[in-house]
């Protein structure tokens, strides 16, 4: 297949295209318009649905409307959109309908700023809106990651009946790499439950309302039922030179790039540091840090944030290993400060 | 034996909720005699809204979706886009549709999306017991306005027929009553042109039908029937406020 230079939001758009998806529903905001954007220019010649809707909101709903469909469809946005969201997103998980959700992240609260960061994690990972339920929540690192990410959040989400979240700092979502081009899907799955008319069949409801008591609670069950299969299942992380490290460094998405230098470094100093770069955020593949702490003796979570992702750590750990961290909001931390916080945890500890 | 009258084959034969002498059954009724008469059950899909009519997926025989609040006309939206060639309605109450899915209201008929919005005014929310809407009347008592709306402090009821009809995408509004025999008549015409005007992809459509809510108005049905007369009528008259002829 070819090699293309693509951004990050463009690739992440083509591989939603190349995966079937034939409906989007957005509403601009920096950094992820240009995903609507190219939304814009493609659905009208490939027989897709473009919508540039007129809030977050109905963005979102039409998301919902869309997916009852049985049709491939996703919205785009960025964290105050996001917020906008959380009443649709709630709906779309009771309602069980498969569809694509992506948060190209910024820094908040408030309106924040546009920089990349890493603060939404609670939000995406620990549900975001009312209730109980949690999305799938994948973290690409570069261009080819936007796109395959997105063809593989379909899938997750047609086979689960979920919606799965994207979450791409800004970064990502606008730097340039070379890609290769992937193959449109073909073969996709038979969605009985879908609404489309009762032609042949008894009428289809999509409904998230359940007045009994009994039925609540059962309907609570069945989704966490569903959440532990692919609590089972779909759990992703890579790992690096973690076999033998002592201080064992947490980062995902482009974080996880950019630790890995000061890794390498850190081992050319004679520390002995490792990588952990979750794929998943949710569900968090809690096993593969475990993993990582067999020599540890402490972890360092490295996050574009005040510090979210590192209770996981913690969680996951359950108290075996010590966890640091290290992170900045409105700067994106290089290199050079990871490597400086690793030799300064080394010296401490006397590794 | 002639069969002269039977249920409607787009009804299901669930027992409904609805409080003695409300409208919300008999409107049902006339959205899904319609339906039989066009014969469109079996491509027509449903969306219900938050409010005394969340249930309505288990009364019409067809697929039906349950909205999130006041955003029935975005899921509409998303589905007749996918699937142009079904019948879309919506049904919302005035809580729903005029406050807090105003935006989505007004932005589906901006948009001239080729859907049908049976929208059922009975000033006030019905459901949660009778709280103030923005179709409540002046001086009309509330449990959110319980000295009576006064203009200065909660403003105007909103007249969505006419606020709708002056956008380009709207082919056909109408506002109508269902307090008489004659007006529920008118009622079931214009719902069918609606979904008439829906066939021929001429855009938006919409029926306000002023309905009774004998429970939350504190009256008998009969009385509240004459309610609508007296008191709704003249401040949302009825007709077409919007017909656009086929090109």
């Known amino acids: 297949m070819e090699r293309v230079l693509m951004k990050g939001n463009e690739a992440l758009a083509e591989g939603a295209i190349l995966a079937g998806c034939r409906g989007f529903f957005g509403y601009p905001i920096t950094p992820s318009s240009e995903i609507a954007e190219y939304m814009a220019r493609k659905m009208p010649k490939i027989g897709g649905v473009f919508v540039q809707a007129e809030s977050e909101l109905a963005a979102i709903n039409m998301v919902y409307g869309g997916a009852s469909t049985g049709a491939r469809v996703m919205t785009a946005s960025s964290s105050p959109g996001l917020s906008l969201k959380q009443e649709g997103i709630s709906f779309i998980s009771e309602a069980e309908l498969p569809c694509l959700i992506v948060n190209v992240s910024r820094g908040g609260p408030g309106l924040g700023g546009i920089q990349p960061a890493q603060s939404d994690y609670f939000q995406a990972t620990r549900g975001g809106g009312h209730g109980d339920y949690h999305t799938i929540v994948l973290a690409p690192s570069g261009s080819q990651e936007m796109m395959d990410f997105a063809m593989e959040a379909f899938e997750l989400a047609d086979k689960y009946r979920i919606p799965v979240m994207i979450m791409a700092e800004g970064t990502l979502g606008n730097i340039m790499e070379p890609i290769l081009m992937r193959e449109p899907v073909t073969k996709f799955s038979e969605k009985p439950w879908a609404t489309t008319g009762c032609r042949g069949r008894k009428p289809n409801i999509v409904n998230t309302l359940h007045l009994g008591n009994e039925e609540l609670e059962s309907r609570n069950h069945q989704l966490f039922n569903k959440y532990q299969i692919i609590k089972e299942n779909e759990k992703r992380a890579d790992a690096f030179l973690v076999e033998d490290a002592e201080i064992v460094v947490v980062a995902f998405g482009i974080m996880s790039r950019i630790v890995k230098k000061a890794v390498i470094e850190a081992r050319k100093k004679g520390v002995k540091a490792g990588l952990v770069r979750p794929v998943t955020l949710w569900p968090f593949p809690d096993e593969h840090i475990r993993t990582a702490a067999k020599n540890a003796r402490l972890f360092l979570s490295v996050e574009i944030s005040m510090g979210q992702m590192i209770q996981d750590i913690q969680l996951a750990l359950a108290g075996r290993v010590p966890v640091e961290f290290y992170g900045r909001i409105g700067f994106t931390p290089n290199p050079e400060e990871i490597l400086q916080e690793i030799m300064r945890l080394a010296e401490r500890e006397g590794l | ?247």
Not at chain 2, 43 to 56: E, H, R
């Open chain 2, 1 to 247: 034996m002639k069969k002269v009258f039977q249920k409607p084959e787009s009804l299901t034969d669930a027992k409904n909720h609805y409080c003695p002498g409300c409208s919300h059954g008999l409107i049902h009724r006339l959205i899904a005699e319609c339906m039989d008469e066009m014969n469109i059950r079996e491509k027509t899909i449903g969306i219900c809204p938050v409010g005394c009519s969340v249930l309505a997926y288990d009364y019409f025989n067809c697929d039906m979706l349950e909205a999130a609040h006041g955003r029935a006309p975005a899921i509409a939206t998303a589905i007749k886009r996918l699937l142009p060639d079904r019948f879309l309605f919506t049904y919302q109450g005035d809580g729903d549709l005029a406050s807090i899915g105003m935006a989505e209201i007004v932005h589906a008929s901006a948009r001239g999306e080729k859907i049908t919005v049976i929208f059922v005014n009975n000033t006030l929310y019905g459901m949660t017991g009778g709280q103030m809407a923005p179709t409540t009347l002046l001086g009309q008592v509330t449990t959110t306005s319980p000295y009576g709306r006064k203009a200065e402090n909660e403003g105007y009821p909103m007249k969505m027929a006419e606020l709708l009809s002056s956008n380009e995408g709207s082919a056909y509004i109408c506002r109508t009553a269902v307090n008489n025999p004659a007006n529920i008549n008118r009622t079931k015409r214009a719902i069918k042109k609606a979904f008439q005007v829906q066939e021929k992809g001429l855009g938006f459509s919409m029926v306000e039908i002023l309905s009774a809510c004998p429970t939350n108005w504190g009256l008998n049905p009969l009385d509240a029937m004459k309610w609508i007369e007296d008191n709704m009528v003249p401040y949302y008259p009825l007709g077409e406020f919007k017909v656009k002829e086929e090109q």
